[in-house]
């Protein structure tokens, strides 16, 4: 008896121990940070329309972001001013008040382009939203991959800012030439008025600037502005 209650708990310390280390993980793998395409696969027909998202999951002190989509434009069109984003919303990201530097789709190229930040007295934002939506009509049967590469960028009360380590997890578009009757898999559409087209900025430029356009929006905040060199031109308002 002596043995078997021994034996009986060392296993249960092991037991807690192996909890103990699984459950921590669990809970991070739940809270990781992720940039979506959704749906990240779609099987539509040739001449049929297929809903794209942009969705943001599990973000915390969020303050700016940028981001880049490139889709094959030989395959899927671009259906005009279908392109909606959602900076400030109620299911959207960041919190008002934003400025938006660039948000601007090109069909001939096969790329959307967005940049936004917070900015004075906007607190910075935390959990999951819609970034983006865009409807595309399908042109021709085949692969198109839709490549997304995102920055976020948080809030530092010190007047600095900090990327936020995420993961991008971009989609793919396997078009067939036989009609269907079904309609392909797609996001849920929301209803918020398409965003304002701005004037683009160069791609480097926009992924690389959103760190220092989240500083200098913090900047604001402390009354300490300070102009980045790489953002020359950009006027924030107070």
Known sequence: MRFNKKKTS??????AASLMVV?????VKAQTTTVDVTPQTSTPAVGQTITISIQLNNVQNLYGIALTLNWNPSMLSLQANSNQTFIGTSNGVLNTPTSVF?????QAIGEFDLAAVSESPATSFSGSGTIATMKFTVTNAGDSNLTLVSTL??????GTSEPIAHTDVS?????TSASGS???????TSSPSPSATVPEFPLITTLSIVVALASVAVAFATKKIVKPTNISGIKLQS
Not at 102 to 106: L, P, R
Not at 153 to 158: D, E, F, K, S, V
Request: proline share 12%; aromatic share 6%; net charge negative.
């Open 153 to 158: 960028a948080n809030y530092a009360p010190g």
């Open 102 to 106: 660039q948000d601007s789709a090109s």
């Open 10 to 15: 060392i296993i249960a310390l092991l037991l």
């Open 182 to 188: 079904s309609s392909p898999t797609t996001s849920p």
């Open 23 to 27: 459950f921590p993980i669990q809970m």
């Open 171 to 175: 989609g793919t578009v396997d078009a």
